[in-house]
């Protein structure tokens, strides 16, 4: 019996790996992990795919603008119209509370006085 103990002693192990091998396989898999999901956080969130063209035709396709609605282009070509400068087309009143120069708050009290007494004109001449 002493003589099988002694055998079974003997029998080869099977060898192991070294441990420094094992450490720097999942060294390098923590690495590769962080890469990827740094890889995948820059993609997704800082850098993402420009398609404005796709969003902006799908929101068309949820929302569509109303009837008689303005387009970009038009919008941008009223606005740089800016018909509420001094021009020979504005009247002498507006163009006087326009170049004054007053400050804001004043300059809005005149324009709305203005406006009321244009609003009030209209209303009473049949």
């Known amino acids: 019996?002493?003589?099988?103990?002694?055998?079974?002693?003997?029998?080869?192990?099977?060898?192991?790996?070294?441990?420094?091998?094992?450490?720097?396989?999942?060294?390098?898999?923590?690495?590769?992990?962080?890469?990827?999901?740094?890889?995948?956080?820059?993609?997704?969130?800082?850098?993402?795919?420009?398609r404005p063209e796709y969003w902006q035709a799908q929101i068309v396709a949820l929302d569509p603008p109303p009837e008689g609605a303005l387009t970009k282009d038009e919008a941008a070509r009223l606005i740089a119209d800016r018909p509420w400068e001094s021009s020979p087309e504005v009247g002498p009143e507006l163009t006087a509370a326009l170049d004054t120069g007053a400050p804001r708050p004043v300059r809005a009290d005149d324009a709305f006085e203005f406006g009321l007494a244009v609003l009030l004109r209209g209303l009473v001449q049949p």
């Open 1 to 50: 019996m002493t003589e099988f103990l002694e055998q079974a002693d003997s029998s080869p192990k099977p060898k192991r790996k070294p441990r420094y091998l094992r450490i720097a396989v999942y060294a390098l898999l923590l690495v590769l992990g962080i890469a990827f999901a740094r890889f995948a956080w820059l993609r997704i969130t800082l850098e993402p795919t420009p």
